[in-house]
């Protein structure tokens, strides 16, 4: 499965690079957030945001806060 969108244009290997979903963000992701909302997903979907070390608490604190968030867990290290 591929997550999060590509820096560059997406080669036969996926994306290129994987940033973080904070709004104006460029770093390199490092975290993916798992989430669903319960209201319009079934319990065994998930939705990704992907996190670098300094959004990874507010954007689980923000889908926390809303009961969409689900688990977070550590992204492999990313082939430079």
């Not at 997550?3 to 973080?20: D, K, S, T």
Request: proline share 11%; aromatic share 8%; charged share 25%.
């Amino acid at each position: 499965m591929v997550i999060g969108f590509p820096r560059r244009p997406n080669g036969p290997e996926g994306p290129a690079e994987l940033v973080c979903s904070a709004r104006g963000c460029q770093a390199p992701a490092a975290y993916d957030v798992l989430w669903n909302n319960p209201k319009i997903h079934t319990p065994d979907r998930r939705k990704h945001w992907l996190a670098c070390p300094d959004h990874r608490d507010s954007l689980s604190a923000f889908l926390s806060a809303r009961g969409f968030l689900r688990e977070v867990e550590e992204l492999p290290a990313q082939a430079d």
